[in-house]
Each structure stands twice: as structure tokens, then as C-alpha cells.
């Protein structure tokens, strides 16, 4: 059959079930699709369940002819958080229970029993499900893995064997002194200290089910054909240089949620609907809070989907927040503080200074909240996500690493690209109302300056001709060149 009457390729993706990941592969997806590639998405029946209470994303989808969702047990139950320290649970049972299912689903016709599309061709799948690059090879179709992580991180995962071997790893966390350097992880000798590492490196123990599933990490992507990361050349060129010497076919294709926006903008057909992949209700309400606040006067608050608090590091950064003086909007999601009834004991002054300087929402639309105008810091736990929106953004952080690569990334935001003040191991009043009041008010300049700069680097790169731009027309090229 000659090439112009060839059917699309087919490609199927599978993130890892947490909203993070869920973003971003929704992003790739409908980039797929808009490069006239058929996609089968493919999540746990948990995510689906809260996409459709959540969200419109079926009818967005709708509108592309390729796309089609399918859904998969992740083997936990219907109650289980999925979050906080649950976490890697969900990693075991999707392992043990997924993977057989998985390769069901890929061996079965049920993939092509919509339309006349091509059985799957190519895989996309989150790295961390390294069962999926295992049922690939079983069958024969091309994987290529997505790392919704930052490069940074997995380039230290990359160097674990190497940390182990020099003796730097383990550390024994009550006696050692966490502010010596790491020397083994190539680029980041001037900086990176045992206390900038994932967080499972402070446990002290080799054994540790953690470590010994990122301590493979290097060798586990260096089976799939490439890696995709939401990242840029002009932000993460120096790691994804070394990053290279593992695996040499990175698709950095940052930051993803805007180039899906810069594509679309490119299309002649009629505006879509803004879609969103919340897996909580948005409150839209604090918009409108936003658009009565002066230009860059408030510090947005936001830990993620995953992190959670408990009452005491609550009360330490409301008090922090309120005593700042800074207008302050803040994510507190349903499930993200441990221990019950603690909207009973917030005292009176503090929920009045609230009201005055202070809004409160369970789940805000990020991306719009960062880029409006009044905001002038965000507050995050550096999950990658938030990073790289905040990057686009132009907003500088505060970062309070909760777990896992936000320890590493918070390093790289205050110490490599300058972009804000890392708060990381510390969670008492003072030292938030000073790190907020350094940020908004006494360094705001040149935080600003610099945030502003970076973000220009990241407009450009996804521009006709910028490096996320090419580098995603590579991978749609390659997807096209790997077709059977
Ligand atoms: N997010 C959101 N509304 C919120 C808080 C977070 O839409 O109120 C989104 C945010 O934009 C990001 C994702 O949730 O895309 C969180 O991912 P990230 O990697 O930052 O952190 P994680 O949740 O994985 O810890």
C-alpha cells in the first residue's frame, strides 16, 4: 500500500493513574490526534469515574474522529486513597493486577472495534509502569515511554546504582549531616545536597521497596525506543545532555499543556471548548476573587493532588500566610489534611484575618489561576507539573517539597535556574511569613526579572522552528516510521 493511502497509525497510551500524569497524557493525546493520529487512551476505571464526574473531556474528545477512551481495573478498592502514604500501593497492585489485563486488552480486538482503525502500532506509556514495556516486547509493538517526573530527578534515579556503590547511599538519616554534597551525580556536584535527594533516600535503608524500584530506573528506560518529557532544551539542556549517555532518544516536548495551546491556535476549524482533566470539581469563584486584586499582589498556595498535611503543618502555614500580609489564594483539596474536624478548630481571629486577605477554595483551575495577573508567587510543593506551569507562567515560587522528586526539583528552582526560595525541611510561622514577604516583597524584583525571562525561553521554544516544537514533529515522524 503506498504511503498516501496508508490508515493512521495507531496509538495506544496509558498514564500512570494520578492527575499529574492524567494532564499531561490527555495533552499528548489530543497533540496525537491533531497530527492525524488515531489514540485509544486507556485509564483505570478509578480515573475514568472522576473524569466523567468532573469533567468534559469526552465531549473535547469527541470531536476528533481517532480518539477513543478505554478503561482498566488498577486492582485496589473502591475506598482506597491512592495518595498521601498509600501512594505506592497503587504501583504494586497496578504491577500485579493490570498487567495481565493489559495484555488482554492490546491482544483482543477490542482496540479496533471502533472504526476501521489499524490494530495498535506504537505504545506510549508512563515509565513507571515498566509492565507495559514487557507485554510490548511479548507482542511486538514499539513502546516509548512518557516522564511526567522532572529530567532532573530521573537523572538522579539514573545515578542510584552509582550512589550505592560510592558508598554515598545510604546515609543514616538521625546521625549524618544532610547538607553535604552529592559527588556521584554528574553536573549537580555544586549543588545538589543528601537532603536535595528523593525523599525515600532518607530512610537509610538499601532494602527499602522504594529504592529498589527507582534504583532501576536507568536500565528500565533504556528498554523503550525513547523517552518523552515534558520539559525544554533551554531549562533542562545540561541534565538532558547527561541524561543522553542512558538514554540517547529524548523527546522533550515541554512545556505540554501550552504547545497543545500553541497548536491549536494554529487550526483553521472553529474553537473548541476549553477542556480541563481535573479529576476534583474547579472552583471558579476564586477568578473573580483574582480579578479585585492588584497586578502580581497575591501568593497562590497549592500542594497538588497527591500531598497531604497534617493539623499542626496546617495551622503553621496558616498562621505563616496570614501574618504575612499577603493576599493569599489557597487549595486546600477535600482529602489533603490527615486528621478529622479540623475546620471546627480554627479560631475565630484567625478565620476573620482569613476573610480579610485570604480565599479559600478545594480545587482551582492552576493553569488560569497562574497565569492571571494577580498573582505574584506560588507557594507549591514542586510537584513537575506545577513546576513547569509556573515556569510558563512567569510566576516565581516558594517551594515546600512534600515528597519523592520535589526534593530535587525545589533545589533546581532556587539553586540552577534562580527562580525562587526553597523552604524544604521547615514548616514553622515565621520563617513562611518571612519567606513569603522575601519572595513578594523584598526580592520581588529580581525574582520577577528572572521568572520573566525564563518564561520568554519557553514561549519561544514552542514557536515554529523552537526545540519542543521540532521535537515533536520528530516523534510524530518516528511514531509514522515505526508503523508496521
Ligand atoms: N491542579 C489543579 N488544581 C489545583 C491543584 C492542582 O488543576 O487546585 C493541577 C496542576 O495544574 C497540575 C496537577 O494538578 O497539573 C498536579 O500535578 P503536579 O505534578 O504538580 O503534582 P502532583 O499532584 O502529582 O503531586
Known sequence: MDQTTKPP???????????GPVNSMFKLAELLCLAG????VVVTEH??????????????????????????????????????????ELFDSLKAKTKPIFKDILTSDCLTAAGSRRPVDFIIADGSLGFTCDVANEIGIPIVYVRTISPCCLWVFFCLPKLIEAGELPFKPAEDDWDVLIKNVPGTENFLRRRDLPSFCRLGDLDDEQVQFYKSEGEENSRARGLILNTFEELDGHVLSQMRTI??????????????????????????PASSS?????????????????????????????????TDQLMEFWHGLVNSGIPFLWVIRPDSIAGKDWESNIAADLREATKQRGYIVGWAP???VLAHPAIGGFLTHNGWNSTVESIYAGVPMICWPYFLDQLVNSRFVSEVWKLGLDMKDTCDRSTIEKTVRDLMVVRKQEFTERATEMAEFARNCLKEGGSSYCNLERLVKDIHSMMS
Not at 497509525?9 to 492527575?19: D, K, R
Not at 464526574?53 to 486513597?81: E, W
Not at 538514554?247 to 474553537?271: D, F, M, R
Request: hydrophobic share 35%.
Open 9 to 19: 497509525p495507531h496509538v495506544l497510551i496509558f498514564p500512570l493513574p494520578l492527575q
Open 37 to 40: 493520529i488515531d489514540v485509544t
Open 47 to 88: 480515573i475514568h469515574g472522576r473524569l466523567l464526574r468532573y469533567t468534559n473531556i469526552q465531549d473535547r474528545f469527541n470531536h476528533y474522529p481517532g480518539f477513543q477512551l478505554k478503561t482498566i481495573p488498577d486492582g485496589l478498592p473502591a475506598d482506597h486513597p491512592r495518595s498521601g502514604d498509600k501512594f505506592m
Open 247 to 272: 538514554c540517547p532518544n529524548l523527546y522533550p516536548i515541554g512545556p505540554l499543556h501550552e504547545l497543545l495551546k500553541a497548536k491549536l491556535s494554529t487550526q483553521k476549524a472553529t474553537p473548541l
Open 278 to 310: 481535573s479529576l476534583w470539581q474547579e472552583d471558579r469563584t476564586c477568578m473573580t476573587w483574582l480579578d479585585s486584586k492588584p497586578l502580581k499582589s497575591v501568593v497562590y498556595v497549592s500542594f497538588g493532588s497527591i500531598a497531604t498535611l497534617t
Open 366 to 368: 492552576q493553569e488560569e
